[in-house]
C-alpha cells in the first residue's frame, strides 16, 4: 500500500479484519446451538472489529469455543488497534518497521509528530496485554468467589472486551446478575477506564506521577477532566432519575448508576441493570454520554473528549466576547479548533442521516430507534432490546454505522475525499 493514502489504507485494513472474521464466524465448526445467518455472522464480526457489543444474536449459545476465540481475537484485533499487532511482530522478528507501514501507523494510532512509531507499538501492547492479565486475575478471583462456571474462559473474555470496550459478554443478560457484585463491577470499570483513556494518556500521566516529566501535557489534562466530570455529571444524574434505582439500597445505587455512567461515557457497553425499563430522562443522559465518548487515543468511540472540550470552549470564549480560545491559559491553534468542529457537525450528520434511515425502516418507539444508532455510532452496545428486532436493512445501516464509529465519523469522511497528499497533521485528529 505504498501509493495509497495512509487513512485510505487504515480503512481497508479494518474491512480487511472485518472480513477475516465473518469468514471464520461462518466456518462450521464456528457454530453453536440454532441456525445463524451470513448477515448475523457479518454484524457480529463488525461489532467486534468495531469493539461495539451490539448482538443480533447470543454470543454464548450462538457460537462453539471456537467461534468464541474468533469473536475475542477480532475485538483485541480491533481494540488496539489496526497495525498493532502485525506491527509488533515485525519488530519482534526484523526490529525495525518498513516506512509505509510507519506512515500509516502513525495515522492509525493518532500520534504526534516526533513521537516514535517503534516505540509506541511496542509499549502498547505490552500496556494492553499486562493490563488485560491483571484484569483477568482481578475477574476470576471474583467470578469464582461468586460461583460462575467456567470462571477462566469468563475471565480471559470480559478483560479483554472491557479493556478493549467492546461490551461483548458471554452472560445472556450481560452483567445484570453481577447488579450488586462490587468486585465484578469495579474490575470491570477500571479496565474500560484504562482502555477508554488509551495508552499515550496513561503513559503521560504516570511519567508525571513518578517524576519522568515536571507535568502532563495540556491533552491529557483536557481528556482527565472532560472524562471524570462527565462520569460524575452522569453518575448523579442517573441516580436521581432513573425510578428503577429507587427500590436498592443506596449502596446499590450508587453501584448501579455509576457504572452504567461509566458504561455509556467509555462506551464499553455492558449494563448492570436493564436499560429497556429505563424513564425517558435517563435514557436521554445516556444517548448523551454515548455521542460524548472516550479518549481520542483510547480503545473507545463518540465525539472524543478533545473534540466536545474544544466546542465548548469556544462557545464560552464567544460568550465571554474573547477572539482567543484558551485552555488554563494555553492558547488553542485555530485549525485544532476547526477540525473540532468539522468532528462534531460531521459526527451529528452521520448520527441523523442512520437515524432517520432506521426510523423509516423499524417499527419500533423513536427513542429506541435512536438509542440504537448512538450506541452504534458511539461504538458503544447498550440497547433498548431491539437488536435482534432489526430487519435485514436495518442491520445492514447499524453495520455502517458500527464500521463508521471504530474508524471516527471525520476520519471516515477524510479517508474517502481526501488525495494523495497529506490534507492534515496526525495531531489534528486527536480532537
Given at each position: 500500500m505504498k501509493h495509497v493514502h495512509p487513512l485510505k489504507a487504515l480503512l481497508i485494513g479494518y474491512l480487511g479484519y472485518i472480513g477475516l472474521g465473518w469468514i471464520l464466524l461462518c466456518l462450521p465448526w464456528s457454530q453453536g446451538s440454532g441456525q445463524v445467518g451470513a448477515l448475523d455472522h457479518l454484524f457480529t464480526a463488525t461489532s467486534a472489529v468495531s469493539?461495539?457489543?451490539?448482538?443480533?444474536?447470543?454470543?454464548?449459545?450462538?457460537?462453539?469455543?471456537?467461534?468464541?476465540?474468533?469473536?475475542?481475537?477480532?475485538?483485541?484485533?480491533?481494540?488496539?488497534?489496526?497495525?498493532?499487532?502485525?506491527?509488533?511482530?515485525?519488530?519482534?522478528?526484523?526490529?525495525?518497521?518498513?516506512?509505509?507501514?510507519?506512515?500509516?501507523?502513525?495515522?492509525?494510532?493518532?500520534?504526534?509528530?516526533?513521537?516514535?512509531?517503534?516505540h509506541f507499538v511496542r509499549n502498547v501492547v505490552l500496556f494492553?496485554?499486562?493490563?488485560?492479565?491483571?484484569?483477568a486475575l482481578g475477574l476470576f478471583i471474583a467470578f469464582r468467589s461468586a460461583g460462575v462456571e467456567n470462571a477462566f474462559w469468563q475471565a480471559i473474555f470480559h478483560s479483554v472486551s472491557a479493556f478493549c470496550t467492546a461490551g461483548f459478554s458471554l452472560f445472556p443478560d450481560s452483567l445484570e446478575q453481577f447488579?450488586?457484585?462490587?468486585?465484578?463491577l469495579s474490575v470491570v470499570a477500571m479496565l474500560s477506564v484504562f482502555g477508554a483513556t488509551g495508552f499515550l494518556v496513561m503513559s503521560d500521566l504516570f511519567g508525571s506521577l513518578f517524576g519522568k516529566r515536571d507535568r502532563v501535557t495540556l491533552t491529557t489534562r483536557i481528556i482527565l477532566h472532560a472524562t471524570g466530570w462527565m462520569i460524575v455529571v452522569g453518575w448523579i444524574g442517573l441516580f436521581l432519575l432513573e425510578p428503577s434505582y429507587r427500590s436498592l439500597s443506596n449502596e446499590d445505587r450508587v453501584l448501579a448508576s455509576g457504572f452504567q455512567a461509566m458504561s455509556a461515557l467509555t462506551t464499553v457497553g455492558f449494563n448492570s441493570t436493564p436499560i429497556?425499563?429505563?424513564?425517558?430522562?435517563?435514557?436521554?443522559?445516556?444517548?448523551?454520554?454515548?455521542?460524548?465518548?472516550?479518549?481520542?487515543?483510547?480503545?473507545?468511540?463518540?465525539l472524543k473528549s478533545t473534540s466536545v472540550s474544544a466546542a465548548l470552549a469556544t462557545v464560552w470564549s464567544t460568550l465571554k466576547g474573547r477572539s482567543k480560545v484558551t485552555f488554563w491559559g494555553c492558547k488553542v491553534p485555530a485549525h485544532r479548533l476547526t477540525m473540532a468542529f468539522s468532528s462534531v457537525v460531521f459526527y451529528i450528520i452521520i448520527f441523523f442521516a442512520g437515524g432517520l434511515v432506521l426510523l423509516c425502516l423499524q417499527p419500533e418507539p423513536m427513542a429506541d430507534i435512536l438509542f440504537e444508532a448512538?450506541?452504534?455510532?458511539?461504538?458503544?452496545?447498550?440497547?433498548?432490546?431491539?437488536?435482534?428486532?432489526?430487519?435485514?436493512?436495518?442491520?445492514?445501516?447499524?453495520?455502517?454505522?458500527?464500521?463508521?464509529?471504530r474508524i471516527g465519523p471525520i476520519t471516515f469522511g477524510l479517508a474517502l475525499f481526501s488525495g494523495e497528499s497529506k490534507p492534515l497533521d496526525t495531531e489534528d485528529l486527536a480532537v
Open positions: 469493539t461495539t457489543g451490539l448482538a443480533t444474536v447470543g454470543t454464548s449459545s450462538s457460537y462453539s469455543f471456537f467461534g468464541q476465540i474468533v469473536i475475542l481475537a477480532s475485538i483485541q484485533m480491533g481494540g488496539i488497534g489496526y497495525m498493532t499487532l502485525g506491527s509488533f511482530i515485525l519488530l519482534a522478528r526484523n526490529g525495525e518497521l518498513p516506512a509505509a507501514r510507519k506512515n500509516v501507523a502513525r495515522w492509525a494510532f493518532v500520534l504526534p509528530e516526533g513521537f516514535s512509531v517503534v494492553t496485554f499486562s493490563i488485560e492479565f491483571l484484569g447488579s450488586a457484585n462490587f468486585w465484578v429497556p425499563v429505563f424513564a425517558h430522562a435517563p435514557v436521554f443522559l445516556l444517548l448523551l454520554m454515548m455521542i460524548l465518548g472516550a479518549s481520542p487515543s483510547g480503545t473507545g468511540g463518540g448512538a450506541s452504534a455510532l458511539g461504538t458503544v452496545g447498550l440497547s433498548r432490546g431491539i437488536t435482534g428486532d432489526l430487519t435485514p436493512l436495518s442491520k445492514c445501516v447499524v453495520i455502517a454505522l458500527m464500521f463508521i464509529g
